[in-house]
C-alpha cells in the first residue's frame, strides 16, 4: 500500500467533493450523471422536467417543433452505439448526448463532455430495432446508421430539429477540448 497515493487520491476526492457541492447549488439536484445531464439538456432545449423519477419520461420540450413531446434524456461519456431503451408507449423522443466516438475504453479517462447530439424517434426507432430481430432494452445496439440519421450535432442531419445559434454554441461549451 502507498499512503502518498492514497493520501493524494483523498486530497482530489475533496477537491472534486467541493465541486460538486457547488454544481448541485447550482442545478438544485444532486450531482450524479443523470440528474447533471437532464439539467444541462433542459436549460438548452427547453425541456420541462419531470419531478418525480420516471424510467421513461425524464420531460417534456416546452418550445419548439416538439412542443409538448415527451423525451427520455441519456448521456454517455462515450459513444458506443449503444442505447437504454424502453417500450414505453407514451415516450415520443430520445435526446442523447455523447462524447467522443469510442475505439476502447480500458483503463481510459472518460470525461464528462458533449461532443455529439442525437434526437431519435423513440416509437419509429423501436418499431425498426424490433423488425430487425433486435433485443430492446439496457444497452440495445443501435446501428451506425441510425445514429448518422439522429445527428442534430455538430452535424444537422435530422431535419426534425434543426439547433439554434444559442443552442450550439451552449453544447459547444461542454466540448471535452484538445488531445480527447
Request: net charge negative.
Amino acid at each position: 500500500m502507498s499512503s502518498a497515493e492514497l493520501k493524494a487520491i483523498a486530497m482530489l476526492l475533496r477537491a472534486r467533493n467541493a465541486i460538486d457541492e457547488r454544481i448541485a447549488d447550482v442545478v438544485g439536484r444532486p450531482v450524479v450523471h443523470g440528474h447533471l445531464s437532464d439539467w444541462i439538456a433542459a436549460q438548452i432545449f427547453d425541456i420541462e422536467l419531470e419531478p418525480a423519477a420516471n424510467k421513461a419520461i425524464d420531460g417534456f420540450f416546452r418550445s419548439g417543433p416538439l412542443a409538448g413531446r415527451t423525451v427520455n434524456i441519456k448521456h454517455y461519456t462515450r459513444n458506443q452505439g449503444m442505447l437504454d431503451m424502453t417500450d414505453a408507449e407514451e415516450l415520443d423522443t430520445y435526446l442523447v448526448m455523447t462524447g467522443p466516438r469510442s475505439a476502447g475504453s480500458k483503463g481510459v479517462h472518460r470525461p464528462w463532455a458533449i461532443e455529439h447530439v442525437f434526437l431519435f424517434d423513440a416509437q419509429g426507432l423501436y418499431d425498426v430495432l424490433r423488425a430487425e430481430m433486435r433485443r430492446i432494452g439496457d444497452s440495445t445496439s443501435v446501428p451506425s446508421r441510425y445514429w448518422q440519421q439522429a445527428e442534430i450535432h455538430p452535424v444537422s442531419r435530422n431535419a426534425n430539429f434543426p439547433l439554434s445559434a444559442e443552442q450550439t454554441a451552449a453544447l459547444e461549451e461542454f466540448r471535452s477540448g484538445p488531445g480527447v
